[in-house]
């Protein structure tokens, strides 16, 4: 039709020119010389892109999503002249808290403090109507916290989904882990308290007026046949529980209280399955492998004033990115071996919140600006537009970036595949907010789904 083919063109155009950008002059001069059978050709691939894009779908199942490092293959739902529509197809409240949504097939999870509870939501993804809710008593704070009660409240840490037996698990402010059972109504199979079981102390001060604890932040993650846990106590920084008991199986060697950030972070090292945290004073690598699991690979110095190492940090292969403004106010490449840890480079450009995505030789993340840096060296090829604090993106399966800002911004820009040398926008979308958006954007089921600080959760889609 008219219209499918008015669309499969546009979206070529955009294809070719990012095409142009990767093979260079040569690509055009071609197409120019074949005249109409170039033009046969340009709607066949049209055909084929349109349906690529139409048809890849991917869940958000994690902290970070499907692959844990920000990279979808979901398109960006640009369609050459206009992006999402500025009527959310529903709207949700979920409770309070920066804790991030996740997305499995047409079913999404989201948690949320009211009335003293902590409740857990299963909304349907096409209509936002609740499919099922699971509430336990919690406080709005952790019983240790102190420090910016005005910036944060109820649980942060995001869920975590384990396909293999349909599990999801959280983790509250107040330490409480608890393993639902998604595919029985969300029904409790297990939990336990961190505190209570593992008498975690406060964090401590660091630097000048630097007393913070925001309680329990950073999101599980499963690993085999174990949930893994940043429990931050003198007996191990680490441990990992059985993921159908919850019986306690191991504790790092590593031990000392844990970071603020939102994700333990798989990594291999040299063959072996490692995790990777930023904790209140150092990046901490431990081993997952049988018989060796919890053992120190590597640590490497970098503590926060008021522990505010925030920003989960990025791998790529056994290479390793952390970033903290404050007193460090740079981003830090570092090659992990059995070794140790090596510093490959440090730039002067920092995250305060927003993860760091490395894509495609490239490395891009929103504080203030959307950033763009070198993989190999960390000098920065491009910044540009106003993103706040509060913030997170994604890499889009066509190669863009969705962004999440300041108290409601939603925006589109191009990656340095079509925009090599400067920050480009394409669009963007103002949702009213009162509230900081510190929870994740996701992108799933030709979706974006938005929250922010006090539970106002988003849908949005392409198109009337």
């Known amino acids: 039709s008219p219209v499918f083919q008015q669309a499969a063109s546009g979206r070529l155009q955009d294809q070719l020119m990012s095409w142009a950008v990767l093979q260079g002059n040569r690509t055009i001069n071609f197409l120019c010389l074949r005249g109409g059978f170039i033009m046969f050709l340009m709607r066949t691939i049209a055909l084929l892109l349109l349906c690529s894009q139409t048809c890849a779908a991917e869940d958000w199942p994690h902290w970070r999503g499907a692959d844990r490092r ?14 999402v529509n500025d009527q959310p197809m529903w709207t949700a409240a979920v409770g309070e808290g920066g804790t991030s949504p996740i997305v499995i097939g047409d079913r999404l999870y989201a948690m949320g403090w009211s009335n003293d509870q902590d409740t ?13 809710k699971s509430s336990y008593r919690c406080p709005r704070y952790g019983r240790l916290a102190t420090g910016d009660e005005g910036l944060y409240s109820g649980p942060t840490s995001t869920p975590e989904y384990d396909a293999e037996t349909g599990f999801l698990y959280t983790l509250s402010c107040d330490g409480d882990l608890n393993c639902w059972d998604a595919k029985q109504q969300g029904s409790r199979r297990w939990h ?10 406060r964090r401590p001060k660091i630097g000048r007026s630097g007393l913070r604890d925001y309680g329990y932040t950073t999101s599980p993650l499963i690993h085999g046949n174990w949930v893994l846990i940043e429990v931050g106590a003198d007996s191990g920084a680490i ?5 159908r008991t919850g019986q306690h199986v191991w504790s790092s060697d590593a031990t000392g209280p844990a970071g603020h950030t939102g994700g333990l972070v798989p990594i291999t090292v040299e063959g072996l399955p490692c995790v990777a945290v930023l904790t209140c004073y150092r990046l901490l690598i431990v081993r997952l492998d049988e018989g060796a699991a919890g053992k120190t690979v590597a640590e490497y110095e970098w503590t926060t004033n008021f522990v505010n190492n925030i920003a989960t940090p990025a791998v790529s292969e056994n290479f390793l990115l952390i970033t903290s403004a404050y007193n460090h106010n740079a981003i830090c490449k570092l090659k992990v071996t059995l070794s140790g840890i090596e510093k490959i480079w440090e730039q002067p450009f920092a995250s305060k919140v927003c993860s760091p995505i490395i894509h495609g030789g490239r490395v891009y993340w929103a504080w203030q600006k959307l950033h763009c840096l070198d993989w190999e060296t960390g000098s920065e090829l491009w910044s540009g537009g106003q993103f706040g604090d509060a ?5 889009t399966g066509d190669d863009r970036l969705i962004i999440w800002s300041g108290r409601g911004t939603l925006t589109l820009a191009e990656t340095a595949v079509r925009s090599p040398d400067a920050y480009q926008e394409r669009a963007h979308l103002d949702i009213r907010s009162r509230s900081d958006v510190w929870p994740h954007v996701v992108l799933a089921a030709g979706r974006i789904f938005c929250k922010d600080r006090d539970g106002h959760l988003h849908c949005l889609k392409s198109g009337p």
């Not at 857990?120 to 099922?132: H, Q, R, Y």
């Not at 441990?239 to 993921?243: E, I, L, N, T, Y």
């Not at 913030?391 to 890499?395: E, V």
């Open 192 to 201: 336990l308290n961190l505190y209570d079981n593992f008498h975690v102390a």
């Open 239 to 243: 441990m990992a529980f059985d993921k």
């Open 120 to 132: 857990v939501f299963c909304l349907n993804t096409d209509t936002g109507k609740e499919i099922w």
């Open 70 to 83: 920000d990279v979808t293959v979901e398109a960006s739902l640009w369609d050459g002249t206009s992006w």
């Open 391 to 395: 913030g997170s993106c994604i890499i």
